[in-house]
């Protein structure tokens, strides 16, 4: 690792609109190959999100990657769909669904997100299998 880092761990996420899976791309937080710029980064599309820090201080939020990735994420809004009563948006963490803004879900070690826009019938998913080393 860098020197000083003393946060760093993974979480999942999936974003499901209308039942189907919306790959969360390689290289956000990324700005050249192999260099991380922001302390949430993916390196691959395998939705896996990794939280690098050098204060265990900081405080990492669900809002704050999808500003990274610049999508937008609010109770009202993914990206460009907008949120009705016929169009819900619905945020899971570790299967249990989460009320409130999605944006302020906190990242904590191994968390699978997922954050569903008229889900559809893929079931919610309660966990993630975590590489070694994430």
């Known amino acids: 690792g860098n ?3 003393v946060v760093r761990f993974a979480v999942h996420l999936d974003v499901l609109v209308d039942g189907k899976r919306v790959a969360v791309p390689a290289g956000i937080g990324i700005d050249a190959p192999g260099h991380r710029v ?6 691959d599309t395998s939705g896996i999100i990794h939280v690098a820090s050098d204060s265990d201080q900081d405080v990492f939020t ?10 937008a994420l ?3 809004r993914l990206g460009g769909l ?7 948006l619905v945020t899971y963490v570790d299967g249990s669904r ?3 803004n999605p944006d302020s879900v906190l990242l904590t ?9 008229r889900r559809g019938a893929l079931p919610v ?6 590489p070694a080393g994430t």
Request: charged residues 15%; proline residues 11%.
């Open 74 to 76: 609010a109770a009202d």
């Open 38 to 43: 922001a302390p949430l980064y993916t390196a």
């Open 109 to 117: 070690p191994h968390l699978e997100i997922a954050v569903t826009y």
């Open 3 to 5: 020197p000083g880092q």
């Open 98 to 100: 989460v009320a409130g």
């Open 62 to 71: 669900l809002g704050q990657f999808f500003a990274e990735w610049q999508v």
């Open 125 to 130: 998913p309660d966990g993630y299998a975590f």
């Open 82 to 88: 907008r949120v009705s009563s016929g169009d819900p």
